[in-house]
């Protein structure tokens, strides 16, 4: 029988905050000294992380799929240097055509 008082899985058990948007998820944590600051500093990125970026997460999927099955395979840096800021100010306003032609390009694989 388990004996709650004595189980350390009680006492090492931390739960992040978490902040979701579509696939990403971004979890904040302290290391359970402060689970209100984890919760704050989660609701501080919620405005960084703007609901856009549930769609930049689609939005490079669908351009890494297609690029993979052209046989076009950028490197690491070349996608942190892909995603700008301009990609979610176009599809903050609804255009995703010209975002996904802005992410091919920067990717070196303009159509």
Do not use: M, Q
């Not at 944590?29 to 689970?35: I, K, L, Q, R």
């Not at 950028?74 to 995703?96: K, N, Q, S, T, V």
């Amino acid at each position: 029988h388990d004996n709650p008082p004595r189980c350390r899985c009680f006492n090492d058990f931390l739960l992040p905050s978490v902040l979701r948007r579509g696939r990403l998820v971004v979890a904040v944590s302290t290391g359970g000294a402060s689970p209100a600051l984890a919760a704050r500093v989660r609701r501080d990125l919620e405005a960084y992380f703007a609901p856009e970026y549930e769609e930049l997460v689609e939005l490079a999927a669908e351009v890494r799929a297609e690029l993979r099955s052209r046989a076009h395979r950028p490197g690491g840096a070349a996608w942190r240097e892909a995603f700008d800021g301009e990609l979610i100010e176009l599809l903050a306003e609804g255009r995703r055509a010209e975002a996904k032609a802005r992410l091919l390009d920067r990717l070196g694989a303009a159509v």
